[in-house]
T-cell receptor, first 117, second 113 residues
Framework: EAQVTQNPRYLITVTGKKLTVTCSQNMNHEYMSWYRQDPGLGLRQIYY???????DKGDVPEGYKVSRKEKRNFPLILESPSPNQTSLYFC????????????????FGPGTRLTVL | EDKVVQSPLSLVVHEGDTVTLNCSYE??????LLWYKQEKKAPTFLFMLTSSGIEKKSGRLSSILDKKELFSILNITATQTGDSAVYLC?????????????FGKGTKLTVNP
């Protein structure tokens, strides 16, 4: 089954304790992305990656890191989480954007609800 | 600054009604416009629009894009309670050789029996 998986699905942590949210896709997609969703603000892109070893900042990259060492994995790292990073996080993947339709068919993971105390 | 604005923010209707959701945008290097449906989980893809005036249709849902006036509409006819969700509009733009998405804040649709 084609899917994007995220782990953990729920996480409560404390300020300053480093954490990693994993994201993996089994569709051989080149493009992967991380979003956060907050009430009243909608979905905002944190980082995206066009391919292995290529990552770019989205609209809200501060406080986050990513890496793309393998095509299927795109972990999101919070080196020193703060309460303002409490949010619902989505990972997504899609075929190479240069193809007709660009990012049209983007598959979202189930989401990770993070609470930073 | 890129902007995607959806209206209304919230809408309550009765089953059987027809609704129109709006999405206007000001985005440089426009490539396409996407509609998603989000229930209590991840967004699911509905439509991708790249050309003006060509209606996309799927069952009771349809959408159209106007690239001159910079907006899109999503129509849902004969609404059902299962249509209750947040509907998201997003614009794909090209930037520095790559592509990124800019989302609107969504329209929350509630369909009452």
């Amino acid at each position: 089954e084609a899917q994007v998986t995220q782990n953990p699905r729920y996480l409560i942590t404390v300020t300053g304790k480093k954490l990693t949210v994993t994201c993996s896709q089994n569709m051989n997609h080149e493009y992967m992305s991380w979003y956060r969703q907050d009430p009243g603000l909608g979905l905002r892109q944190i980082y995206y990656s066009m391919n292995v070893e290529v990552t770019d900042k989205g609209d809200v990259p501060e406080g986050y890191k990513v890496s793309r060492k393998e095509k299927r994995n795109f972990p999101l790292i919070l080196e020193s989480p703060s309460p303002n990073q409490t949010s619902l996080y989505f990972c997504a993947s899609s075929p190479y954007p240069g193809l007709a339709g660009g990012l049209g068919t983007q598959y979202f993971g189930p989401g990770t609800r993070l609470t930073v105390l | 600054e890129d902007k995607v604005v959806q209206s209304p923010l919230s809408l309550v209707v009765h089953e059987g009604d027809t609704v129109t959701l709006n999405c206007s945008y000001e985005v440089t290097n426009f490539r396409s416009l996407l509609w998603y449906k989000q229930e209590k989980k991840a967004p699911t893809f509905l439509f991708m629009l790249t050309s003006s005036g060509i209606e996309k249709k799927s069952g009771r849902l349809s959408s159209i894009l106007d690239k001159k006036e910079l907006f899109s509409i999503l129509n849902i006819t004969a609404t059902q309670t299962g249509d209750s969700a947040v509907y998201l509009c997003a614009v794909v733009k090209t930037q520095g050789g790559s592509e990124k998405l800019v989302f609107g804040k969504g329209t929350k649709l509630t369909v009452n029996p």
